[in-house]
């Protein structure tokens, strides 16, 4: 290139740095490459902590592995001695006022077959779940569809209810209901596309077949805690990084983009990798339809209380709990977590090195939960903890992260929205979007939307110079 080329990437979390550092490997190093982060740090849901002298992730704490994109990265920047697998615990369910052992061959709660529910389920759920095949076919529409309305209909309140909208509350802090078949499932949607005539049939049609022996992992982590992805994706981006500084305006300008922060920024191109809200504002101008696209967004907040419990204490033999919605402790009170992971069981270093388990907490459109104070927080989580595993030990340190608007909804309507930034966004000259909003709200799908995000846009820039 004759000349420097210079990009800002507004947004410091997981899809901002991956975006930065792909830039330095496709521009070289006389790219100037600016990160603009509005808080006083970089890794956004990615943050690890220390809670009783330990590290430990309060926000993302883990990577799918079938999804390829965050484990090749990690191996890229060369942290693939670090990568640890979740034990042999299984996860459990706390659903009719019982803890039991969560199905293992379901999608997403989803069964092929009745009898792998009836552990958790009445016999009338299970005999709802049974009766499915026998319904007339189901009928897909071309647009999106009501993920919770459409089980319900078919498989019966109580799957929805003990299974899936737990589940699910995991991945995307909502219930079934409000969450789209096609947004969140889209392989169901595909099979049910195809003619499989019951939910139960396509469900069989993608699960694997059943396996001998232990399966292999699903879920990876690094040990010593995800911010050390954070670090090395900034340190090899190598990108002048300005914390505290939010871009409150984004212009076009006759030969490239003008950002607005505490000063004026001109730039050759811009990867926004912020949360809708800022992408809304930030895009309002210069392009309106991916403004209201972003707006249409809808957000879940919620709450990860960690606790560290002195050495010795005895966490339940499994690897979580999910709990179903309005399950009520002993003395009749309403349980405040929806899902507790006993960290010490799902993965093993940290089991070697303490006592540690989180709690989250709220699911979309349960504000008046996060309005609670960090004391009553807690306070609380403790006594869900009492309740539902036993663990009545006081705990030796106790960290609360809050998440406002941390995961964006995949309802009904989701993939209109990110068509229509798409589309909006194409028009644009040397403008990229990415994030969780656009194709799937996991590690590996932030960084795959990045991934591309600056390669579209690096491509942009070599012709241009």
Known sequence: MSEQVSVA??????????????????????????????????????????????????????FLLRRREAIELVAEIGLEDLVVHAGSAKPTVRAGGRTVGLPRRTLMGIPADAAEVSGVLSERGVAAVAAERELPAVQMPA???????????????????????????????????????RAVLPALANALDRGAGSITAAVQSLLPPARSGEAPPVFGTLRGGLQQLVQRLADNAKATVKFGTPVRELRRTADGWQLKAAERHAVDGVILAV???????????????????????????????????????????????????????????????KAMTFSSRKWPHIGEAGVIMRASVGRFGQNEQLRMTDTALVDGVLADVADLTGVRAEPLDVHVQRWGGGLPRYGPDHAECVTAIDKAVAELPRLEVAGALLNGVGIPACIGTADAAARRLASQLTVRH
Not at 41 to 56: Q, S, Y
Not at 282 to 289: K, R
């Open 9 to 62: 990437v507004v947004g410091g979390g997981i899809s901002g740095l991956t975006a930065a550092f792909r830039l330095r490997t496709l521009l070289g190093p006389s790219a100037a490459i600016t990160v603009f982060e509005s808080t006083s740090r970089l890794g956004g849901k990615l943050h690890t902590t220390e809670v009783a002298g330990l590290p430990v992730d309060v926000g993302a704490e883990a």
């Open 143 to 181: 647009h999106d569809v009501g993920l919770g309305a459409l089980l319900r209909e078919r498989l019966g309140d109580e799957l929805v209810d003990r299974l899936v909208s737990p589940l699910l509350g995991g991945v995307y802090g909502a219930r079934a209901d409000d969450l789209g078949l």
């Open 275 to 337: 949360p809708p809200p800022a992408a809304r504002r930030l895009l309002a101008e210069p392009a309106p339809g991916a403004a209201a696209a972003y707006g249409r967004a809808e957000q879940a907040s919620m709450a990860v209380v960690t606790l560290a419990f002195p050495a010795g204490t005895e966490l339940p033999q499994a690897s979580g709990l999910l709990i179903e919605e309005g399950q009520r402790r002993s003395d009749g009170s309403t349980v405040l977590s």
